[in-house]
């Protein structure tokens, strides 16, 4: 999942690939608005991790840590652009991972939290898993202490990664007030298990973080040995509704590439039509092409609406 290895890597990571919109709609550094309401800021390319499958493979572990490290004038300028956009009510952190840049978190965070209208902030982190000794608790700590609600996100792909190291850092980070919640990718090899995923998802749960992500794995640069059809995942997650608690049950999500959209999979209970898929403008694609093609023309978007629905949101990442 993480080691380089040359055999199994399908395509070179492309530099200029947008897959996802996040360097279009880029509007100070580092700082991504996509979706309206919420505002995600790229604070580190460093990572806890180096997963083959991460959609930001562009960015991250490809040498570019130095360049990605937002500096104290590029987070200011992120800041005011919130502070101009009273719409923002949620900041999202990630990256890379946000931890590998504790001062630049810590600027970030206390002044996105002093904004009138910012109402939450998340961190998306691996930390806790890839290296829970590594977790700076005393920033955390001060951080949960601001004037805003604190989320933070875990990576997680396998129970095996549920330690007991990681569950007491869990269990420290509940104790500060976060409230937990998880994202995972379906992944090839990995947890295409039913019993994996129960266990994985049912332990989450009473440990107190709220599943809330399973991705679909996009075939993206060396991704395709973990890739695994949207059939075969409905199959699981299907499964998978009828034996878990509906708390330790996460959505399915599938997100649209070459546009804005992350999309909740109906479950095999429903007769749905799956070839045809709607994004967040109403634009309509074929779903399996959408799914398999590799490349895809990137598209103009405008800046989210200042009002209207809110959508679906964050990142399979940090
Ligand atoms: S933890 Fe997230 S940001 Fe880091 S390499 Fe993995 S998918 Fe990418």
């Not at 949620?90 to 931890?99: A, H, K, Q, R, T």
């Not at 000794?133 to 990576?155: Q, R």
């Not at 709220?210 to 890739?227: D, K």
């Amino acid at each position: 999942m993480y080691l380089f290895d040359p055999e199994h890597e399908d395509l070179p990571a492309n530099r200029d690939a947008d897959l996802f919109l996040e360097k279009q709609l880029t509007r100070t550094k580092g700082l991504v608005y996509k979706y309206p309401g919420r505002a995600i800021v790229l604070l580190s390319y460093t990572c806890a991790a180096n997963c083959r499958y991460c959609e930001r493979q562009d960015r991250v572990g490809v040498g570019l840590d130095s360049e990605g490290r937002l500096q104290p004038e590029e987070i200011d300028a992120a800041v005011s652009f919130v502070a101009e956009s009273p719409e923002i009510t949620e900041v999202i952190f990630s990256g890379g991972d946000p931890l590998t840049h504790p001062v630049g978190l810590d600027r970030a965070w206390r002044a996105m939290a002093a904004l009138p209208q910012v109402a939450i902030l998340r961190i998306h982190t691996r930390f806790p898993l890839q290296a829970p000794d590594k977790v700076d608790f005393d920033l955390l700590e001060g951080l949960a202490g601001c004037d805003a609600m604190p989320y933070l996100s875990l990576h997680i792909d396998h129970p095996d990664e549920l330690t007991p190291e990681t569950e007491a850092a869990i269990g420290r980070l509940r104790r500060m007030g976060y409230v937990l919640i998880s994202q995972s990718v379906f992944l090839k090899g990995v947890n295409d298990d039913l019993d994996v995923l129960d266990r994985m998802f049912t332990r989450l749960a009473q440990l107190g973080v709220c599943p809330y992500y399973l991705y679909h794995c996009h075939p993206i640069a060396t991704t395709m040995r973990f890739v695994m059809t949207l059939d075969e995942e409905i199959e699981l997650m299907s499964r998978l509704r009828e034996r878990i608690s509906g708390v330790a049950c996460p959505q399915h999500i599938f997100e649209m590439r070459g546009t804005t959209g992350k999309l909740v999979v109906p479950t095999d209970h429903w007769s749905v039509d799956l070839t045809s898929v709607c994004d967040f403008t109403g634009a309509t694609q074929d779903v399996r092409s959408v799914a398999m093609d590799v490349e895809l023309p990137t598209v103009s978007l405008s800046a989210p609406a200042k009002t209207g629905a809110q959508a679906a949101d964050g990142m399979p990442d940090g």
